[in-house]
């Protein structure tokens, strides 16, 4: 037996979590279906809209497409609060929009998507096909996003977003092993659990020492730089209202380093991907004696191993990973030390604002 088989996961259904990761497969069928659609159709861009943390977990999405699209690809990521009041140029009738809303009412993307249907353009959604949203855009441009169980962070959204982007990628020509991706990543949700099991003891760790500092930063690049955004502003922000500062690492020596000092925790998160030198500088900064050694934290999505899974993959996984480590499990025990409920708000869908 594992050594990780025998550690339990607090406020986590696991049998649950592996269903609905076979629920989430096939949700997968239907994106991939999609975009084969919206390929024969044609299109001359892909918008990628949300708002708060749907905005957030696109922009994996949108780096992913951006560096494996050909020269010709146009893609674009909207919050559809800003589209409402800005609009976009080069959105046409033509144009193709894929979003996301788990509540399938938020007021932002429903409204956005009144008005480009009006437009004539073609809007996806993953969403409750019942919901106000998913009748806006019609249940047959709809996936459902949720899960029954609800364990989990945002990988498995990820996972459906990333079926619909690399797909239309696969058609293109530019992303050859979509089908051999779909294939290794089938199981991948018992990996996911494995991690979180290897994760617990060290989140649990993590949270005792920061979950009660009053000032945190986060740093992340590339791939990693939506989660990071997510996790410090949707799960510590809103749900544990901690003060914290999200920072790139190209831009972390540009103001915020001069923040640093003794009693400021710096959680810096490090991908697989190019940005992976702009994080090397950041830790060799941060180890370097300007901080003390319990000042900053180092997670590295590359120390988690998912087997049978092509090196090649590894930057498309390496925000779900971190989106297991952190959204998740790490959320889950700051809630324990602070002993604020993740889903008591002061103001949010509290009232009209």
């Not at 530019?174 to 989140?203: H, S, Y």
């Not at 209202?241 to 831009?251: F, M, N, Q, V």
């Amino acid at each position: 037996m594992k050594e990780t088989e025998k550690i339990e996961i607090m406020h986590f259904d696991q049998e649950g979590y592996l269903e609905d990761g076979r629920n989430v497969y096939e949700a997968g069928k239907k994106m991939t279906a999609l975009a084969d659609r919206v390929h024969e159709e044609g299109y001359d861009a892909v918008f990628l809209m949300g708002v708060g943390g749907t905005w957030d977990e696109f922009m994996q999405l949108e780096y992913l497409m951006n560096k494996f699209g050909d020269r010709d690809l146009e893609v674009y990521l909207i919050h559809a609060a800003e589209w409402n009041v800005m609009g976009h140029k080069r959105m046409t009738d033509k144009s193709v929009v894929l979003t996301a809303s788990e509540s399938g009412t938020t007021p932002e993307v429903l409204e956005a998507v009144g008005k480009m249907r009006e437009m004539g353009v073609r809007v996806f959604a993953m969403t409750n096909p019942e919901g106000k949203i998913g009748q806006a855009v019609g249940a047959e441009n709809c996936v459902m996003m949720a899960s029954d169980h609800g364990a989990g962070g945002c990988e498995k959204g990820y996972y459906l977003a990333d079926c619909f982007g690399l797909r239309l990628l696969n058609r293109r020509g530019c992303f050859p092993k979509f089908d051999l991706f779909i294939e290794q990543t089938k199981d991948v949700w018992k990996d996911m659990l494995d991690i979180r099991k290897r994760f617990e003891p060290r989140a649990e760790e993590l949270a005792r020492k920061y979950a009660l500092a009053d000032y945190t930063m986060f740093i992340g690049s590339g791939a990693l730089w939506g989660e990071t955004i997510l996790y410090s502003m949707c799960l510590l922000e809103e749900m544990q209202w901690k003060r914290i500062r999200h920072i790139t690492s190209h831009d972390f020596f540009h103001g915020t380093l001069e923040l640093l000092e003794p009693g400021v925790p710096v959680f810096l998160f490090m991908g697989e991907d190019e940005c992976r030198a702009l994080d090397e500088r950041v830790r060799a900064f941060l180890t370097s004696g300007v901080t003390g050694d319990e000042d900053y934290v180092i997670i590295d999505t590359a120390e988690y191993a998912i087997p049978g899974l092509d090196d090649d993959f590894r930057v498309i996984v390496s925000p779900w990973i971190l989106s297991v480590l952190t959204t998740d499990r790490l959320a889950r025990n700051y809630e324990l030390v602070t002993k604020h409920n993740l889903k008591y708000r002061r103001y949010y869908h509290q009232f009209d604002y």
